[in-house]
């Protein structure tokens, strides 16, 4: 009864406060009799960053990066780890289907092997163009010009394949037509017993062990047990074999450092390893199953229309989600990458990465930076000695040196980067807050707080910070694009984002190798990049203008 | 007298400031001290206004700031409703400031660029209100009804209260800082040279304000300034500071038409008066010398090495406070004979 009491009086209170403040912003006139507006901070703030064009259009554009990389696993994009081998090294295309793609590449290097082989009649000159092209290394345009040439001798019926080339054609354009690529989602077994479902990863070894038998086709459990450990042994056997693959091993040898592993694993570790394992198998062999199934359909002549999507039962009790696609006719707007996979999408979610990097390793090394730069500005002394004194120390050591140990020692993994990151960045900050904070702290706004009972937190963290605001919020919009540019180093190195994962770092990276074959696995990231960090700095620029009440760039 | 019987709200004895410099002269260490307040005591009595004159740094600033508790004193007591300011608690020191606030020389920087005017006015309200020291827990209603009352009482149009400081002349960021000060219905305020930045019309402006608000509100005001006529304008009392000591205290008329000590004399003198018939005609007492380093310390009189009248005794002898009427107290052994000290005070 009280609490509601409370509320009902805080509502009321807060109407009437509303009321006041209308008042007091619509019917005051002041001494020319003119009507006086109010605003608070972020309302001016945000009048003023409208103002600013520059401002606006970069927050637009960081806004729909945002979106897009939060909307990335609903976007209408192939999978980012997909990896198709036919289709490695696709260059962009706006118009033309993966099939076709292939097509033109495998015409283009049937016509130059048979131009070697002088059976594509050319010119002297043009033959001397040809092995200028090839000294200078700019195989694209020998294929591109062996392709024209040849499809325009071919159409005139100057130019027949031969036999082996008529195969390897004929083939090709089948598999255009009929290559299906079947994808397997949400797998989930049904109790008979009392219809309720589950996902493979959350059930137990024995009904695990069951289902794997009677995927195999009902075979014995124990031999699917037996199968599953040395499935596992094997693992850890090249586990193993990889850690120490330059000392020299005997067969003994392995065997005990096999079986120190399992040892440090444990029962249950042993276990989970051999379920994971079954479920990965599970999984392969209902691809492999529905694979076969759907070309069986095909070829009995079952018109089936691409793209295919269904919920289908293997196995009696495992349900799952089959989505089937004419491999060959996806488009791929950006191109692959050398594992086939679609740049595009591994753009989008290496920009989720990327920028998530910026953000988080932003936020946090600003969060400590501030409240380790406020504390040694305002309280001066001996806290501001020790904790320079850390920051000096943290200084002195390599940066880079110091990141790679973390990750070497913690793992790489995304957390960890993360992690070591904001480890070494806040001690820019921590100075600039400190610099700034000690020449604000004089002020006799400061004093005037302090008379009035104001506690340390709280100057510092009401006036001290709100006005050494605009000096971080350029910092930190700085710091974004330098840390995306830091992890795209580390990623360079190998020690940052893990395949099958990607970030724009890692996309350039990678793009290093056969860029001048390939130029568009670089050009894409590096542009999508740069537009992210051009309209970073911009939109920086103008919320540092629009927090300051003082700044000279408004109306 | 029924003044005699009033008790004074604000007692000061014996206060002083000492600042340490540390000199790095190599191995010679040797500490040194800025004697910036060096031993005043004074009586504030509510509802009157205490002036405090001297010239640039003899220690004004600092005596207001260390009564505010601002800066802490280096030794003696500074005695507000019985309690002494300077061994207080925490809490108590809260409590105590409520009754004492301040308002600051400069108008530009004594007000939080980032925050509306509505915010620097409500901080203390805020403050209080979080650390329930208020006698009643306020609701933001009536903070914001608290603050539009305070911005009329101040001469402030009341739909300024969204605007930042830098958009308002000097004049009003003074009544801004006015009514920050005030929010809390303090007893006693140190208005620490609240003129003096600010152009003569506007000056006028704001002490006929503080005059009207003492009127109001029965404030006590503690009122520092270097321009003689604002303290004889404004106050009952004066106290003439002279390099971090008093050398004269009375009653402002009295001060003003009866000065008895050297320095008060020629601080007199100095004035220009806007009359240039008399202004041509007056004879102005010149001291020589500079004021001296308030780093060391004094055997004698302070004004010894500057004062026209000096005489053997004041080398080695620093005067007491001599009785000169009532009210009116100066310290200088020339008044030795006319005015003997009493028993007691000896």
Request: aromatic share 8%; glycine share 6%; proline share 4%.
């Amino acid at each position: 009864m009280k609490f509601t009491d409370r509320f009902k009086k805080q509502i009321h209170d807060r109407e009437e406060m509303h009321k006041l403040n209308k008042a007091g912003r619509n019917g005051a006139k002041n001494e020319f009799n003119q009507t006086v507006q109010g605003n608070s901070l972020s309302k001016d703030a945000w009048r003023r960053l409208r103002k600013n064009k520059a401002a606006v259009v970069g927050m637009c554009v960081v806004i729909l990066y945002a979106i897009i990389s939060l909307c990335a696993g609903i976007l209408p994009i192939y999978s980012y780890e997909e990896i198709i081998i036919d289709h490695q090294y696709l260059p962009p295309s706006l118009t033309k289907t993966a099939g076709e793609l292939m097509l033109k590449r495998q015409l283009s290097e049937m016509y130059a092997t048979s131009w070697r082989q002088g059976r594509l009649s050319v010119t002297e000159e043009e033959d001397a163009m040809l092995n200028n092209w090839i000294t200078l290394d700019d195989t694209n345009k020998v294929w591109n010009w062996c392709y024209e040439e040849g499809e325009k001798q071919r159409a005139a019926g100057t130019y027949v394949f031969s036999a082996s080339e008529q195969k390897k054609y004929d083939r090709l354009q089948d598999s255009i037509k009929n290559d299906i690529q079947v994808t397997i989602n949400s797998v989930r077994w049904v109790n008979p017993e009392n219809g309720k479902s589950y996902k493979l990863d959350n059930l137990d070894y024995d009904t695990l062990v069951s289902i794997y038998a009677k995927a195999l086709g009902g075979i014995d459990e124990q031999k699917v047990r037996t199968s599953l450990e040395t499935g596992v042994n094997s693992q850890i056997q090249t586990e193993v074999k990889t850690k120490n693959s330059e000392s020299e091993l005997t067969a003994e040898d392995i065997q005990s450092l096999v079986a120190m592993e399992k040892d440090s694993l444990g029962e249950d570790g042993v276990q989970a390893k051999e379920k994971s394992l079954a479920v990965d198998n599970i999984n392969v062999l209902i691809q492999n199953a529905m694979t076969k199934q759907i070309k069986q359909e095909i070829k009995a002549g079952t018109n089936k229309e691409f793209p295919y999507k269904d919920t289908e039962t293997l196995f009696d009790d495992i349900n799952f989600k089959v989505e089937a696609s004419l491999k060959n006719s996806r488009r791929y707007i950006l191109g692959t990458d050398n594992l086939g996979r679609d740049l595009l999408s591994r753009i989008i979610y290496g920009g989720r990465i990327s920028i998530l990097i910026g953000i988080v390793g932003t936020i946090t090394s600003l969060f400590i930076g501030i409240i380790m730069g406020s504390l040694a500005g305002y309280f001066g002394g001996r806290v501001d000695y020790y904790i320079m004194r850390f920051v000096d120390v943290l200084y002195g050591l390599p940066y880079m040196l110091l990141v790679i140990i973390c990750m070497a020692i913690f793992g790489t993994n995304i957390l960890n980067l993360f992690f070591a990151l904001a480890m070494v960045s806040w001690l820019t900050i921590a100075r600039m807050v400190r610099g700034q904070i000690m020449s604000l702290k004089n002020q006799e706004y400061i004093e005037a707080a302090r008379s009035m009972g104001a506690g340390g937190w709280r100057i510092i963290f009401r006036h001290l910070v709100p006005n050494s605001l605009s000096v971080i919020i350029v910092y930190s919009t700085l710091r974004v694009p330098e840390f995306i540019m830091q992890e795209s180093f580390l990623s360079f190195l190998g020690l940052g984002v893990q395949a099958p994962l990607a970030s724009w770092g890692s996309l350039i990276g990678d793009s290093t190798q056969g860029m001048t074959k390939y130029p568009w696995r670089l050009v894409y990231p590096a542009i999508v990049m740069t537009l992210f960090l051009f309209s970073m700095n911009f939109f920086g620029d103008g919320l540092r203008d629009a927090f300051d009440p003082q700044s000279k760039n408004m109306l | 007298m029924s003044e005699s019987v009033k008790k004074p709200i604000l007692e000061v004895k014996d206060l002083k400031v000492h600042f340490p410099i540390k000199s790095s002269g190599g191995l010679r260490k040797k500490d040194a001290v800025i004697r910036a307040v060096d031993g005043i005591s004074f009586d504030v009595y509510p509802g009157e206004t205490l002036g405090i004159v001297g010239e640039s740094g003899c220690g004004k600033s600092t005596t207001v700031r260390a009564i505010a508790q601002l800066t802490k004193p280096t030794s003696g007591q500074v005695i507000f409703q019985g309690k002494d300011l300077c061994k207080v608690s925490k809490h108590e020191l809260l409590m105590a400031r409520q009754n004492i606030q301040m308002i600051f020389q400069d108008p530009y920087a004594s007000l939080d660029p980032r925050m509306t005017v509505r915010s620097i006015i409500a901080e203390p309200l805020i403050i209080y209100n979080k650390r329930h020291l208020l006698p009643k827990e306020l609701s933001p209603l009536e903070i914001e009804t608290r603050v539009e009352d305070l911005m009329e009482r101040v001469g402030l149009n009341k739909a300024f209260k969204n605007r930042y400081p830098h958009e308002f002349s000097g004049g009003q960021r003074q009544r801004i800082g006015i009514a920050r000060a005030l929010a809390l219905n303090p007893e006693v305020i140190l208005a620490d040279e609240p003129v003096s930045a600010l152009d003569v019309s506007i000056q006028a402006q704001i002490l006929n304000l503080l005059r009207e608000l003492q009127k109001e509100l029965g404030l006590t005001f503690l009122f520092i300034a270097h321009d003689l006529a604002v303290i004889q304008y404004i106050s009952d009392k004066v106290c003439v500071m002279y390099l971090g000591k008093i050398v004269e205290t009375s009653e402002s008329v009295e001060l003003y038409s009866n000065p008895v000590h050297p320095y008060t004399k020629a601080l007199l003198s100095a004035a220009p008066i806007p009359d240039p018939e008399v202004e041509r005609k007056r004879r102005r007492i010149i001291l020589t010398g500079d004021v001296p380093s308030p780093d060391k310390e004094h055997v004698g009189c302070y004004f010894y090495d500057r004062c026209p009248n000096k005489m053997d005794k004041c080398k080695n002898h620093i005067p007491p406070m001599f009785t000169v009427g009532p009210h009116h107290n100066c310290a200088c052994w020339q008044l030795e004979e006319k005015f003997p000290l009493a028993e007691s005070e000896k």
